[in-house]
C-alpha cells in the first residue's frame, strides 16, 4: 500500500489567498483525521471523519477553515482567506475499524503563508 | 482535563545510555495510550501503546510504564541508539483508537 497520500508537500501562499490541502487515506481506512502541527501548540486534532462524515470539528479553529470527504478515498482542508499565522505543517491520517489502535498518518504539507 | 503534559521538552542520551520521557493526564475517561515517534520531514508513526488494564508493555527496547492511580506513563528506550534521535509524542484517547489528544513532543537526540 502506497500509504496516506498528501498533497501538496509544501505550498507557499500570500496572504487573503485560499489555500486547499489534499489527502488520500489508505484505501479500507473509514476513520480520517486532519491535523496541525506548530512549534507552540503542537500536534493538535482539528476534524475527523468517520465513513465519509464529519464526526467531530471542534479543534477547527475558525470559520477560516473548512473540510470536506466527497467520498472514502479524497478529502480536502480548506482555508479561506489564510493567514500568516496558519502557517504550519498539516497532517492527514487514516485508520479503520478493526485497527483503530493505529492512525497512520500521512507526511504532512508544510503551509507558508506570508 | 483534556491537556495531556510531557516532559521534559528535549532530551540528549550517550549513546546505550536509557531515554525517559515521562507524560500526565487528567482525564480518566481516557483508555488508550500510545507513543508515536517522528523524524524530521515525516509523519509520527505509532511506536508501541498501552491499555491502562496493564501496568507495562514491552516492545524490544522501548518499554511503556502506566501508573493509573498518579495518571502517569513513561516510555523508556533502553540502549538508546543514535538512530532512535527523534521527537516523541504521548498521546491519550476516550475513545480506542480516535479523537487523540497528543503531549506537546519530546525531542531526543542519541549522541553516538
Known amino acids: ?114 | 482535563q483534556q491537556q495531556v503534559k510531557q516532559s521534559p521538552q528535549s532530551l540528549i542520551v550517550q549513546k546505550g545510555g536509557i531515554s525517559i520521557i515521562n507524560c500526565a493526564y487528567e482525564n480518566t475517561a481516557f483508555d488508550y495510550f500510545p507513543w508515536y515517534q517522528q523524524f524530521p520531514g515525516k509523519g509520527p508513526a505509532l511506536l508501541i501503546a498501552i491499555r491502562p488494564d496493564v501496568s507495562e508493555k514491552k516492545e524490544g527496547r522501548f518499554t511503556i510504564s502506566f501508573n493509573k492511580s498518579a495518571k502517569q506513563f513513561s516510555l523508556h528506550i533502553m540502549d538508546s541508539q543514535p538512530g532512535d534521535s527523534a521527537t516523541y509524542f504521548c498521546a491519550a484517547s476516550k475513545l480506542w483508537g480516535q479523537n487523540f489528544v497528543f503531549g506537546p513532543g519530546t525531542r531526543l537526540s542519541v549522541l553516538p
Open chain 1, 1 to 114: 500500500d502506497a500509504g496516506v497520500i498528501q498533497s501538496p508537500r509544501h505550498e507557499v501562499t500570500e496572504m487573503g489567498q485560499e489555500v486547499t490541502l489534499r489527502c488520500k487515506p489508505i484505501s479500507g481506512h473509514d476513520y480520517l483525521f486532519w491535523y496541525r502541527q506548530t512549534m507552540m501548540r503542537g500536534l493538535e486534532l482539528l476534524i475527523y471523519f468517520n465513513n465519509n462524515v464529519p464526526i467531530d470539528d471542534s479543534g477547527m479553529p475558525e470559520d477560516r477553515f473548512s473540510a470536506k470527504m466527497p467520498n472514502a478515498s479524497f478529502s480536502t482542508l480548506k482555508i479561506q482567506p489564510s493567514e500568516p499565522r496558519d502557517s504550519a505543517v498539516y497532517f492527514c491520517a487514516s485508520n479503520s475499524r478493526d485497527r483503530a489502535y493505529e492512525q497512520y498518518f500521512g507526511p504532512g504539507t508544510r503551509l507558508t503563508v506570508t
